[in-house]
């Protein structure tokens, strides 16, 4: 979602942070945290459900508003933020596919297809290469442009 939040909501969000103690009440520092809620908030989607970027703004400033009893700063605020709209999400293979085996071949590290000393790329002689060339022989062509093990700088053909 690309929203952009208003500098005058986020000033008058800004504004409301002043109920905190400790929050500094020069405008400047009310200025900096709404430039900072600018920055932050362009709207998302989390667990299905959608926010503007202007919702994004009022609920981490009413949390902090409602939860803190004294200002600790704005990289506190700026981890309300996070926790709420960048949630951290763990992604790995191994959940699904479980632990990669070891590597069996080391000129092209299980992937069929090699560099070779020229800088082209070839099939390699191991089982998954042969394999590769006989099932999937548009591999080789899709392949073209990419950067893959055991290049010339490395040392092609020498065992790790």
């Known amino acids: ?14 504004r409301s942070l002043t109920t905190i103690k400790g929050f500094p009440r ?4 009310i200025t900096a945290v709404a430039f900072d809620l600018v920055d932050w908030c362009h709207g998302s ?7 503007s970027a202007e919702a994004q703004a ?34 790995s293979l191994e959940g699904q596919f479980g632990k990669r085996p070891p590597i069996d071949c080391h000129r092209c590290d299980d992937i069929g297809v090699q560099s070779l000393p020229s800088g082209d790329l070839d ?20 392949c073209k442009g990419k950067q893959f093990p055991r ?10």
Request: glycine share 4%.
């Open 1 to 14: 979602m690309a929203d952009e939040l208003k500098i005058e909501t986020a000033l008058s969000l800004a």
């Open 26 to 29: 020069y405008e400047e520092a």
């Open 45 to 51: 989607l989390i667990d299905e459900r959608a926010y």
């Open 58 to 91: 009022a609920a981490v400033v009413n949390e902090a508003r409602l939860t803190w009893t004294e200002w600790t700063g704005m990289a506190d605020l700026r981890a309300l933020f996070r926790a709420k709209f960048e949630p951290t999400r763990e992604y």
């Open 123 to 142: 099939w390699c002689e191991c089982d998954l290469g042969q394999y590769s060339r006989r099932e999937c022989p548009s591999l080789l062509r899709l």
């Open 151 to 160: 290049s010339a700088a490395v040392g092609w053909g020498t065992e790790r």
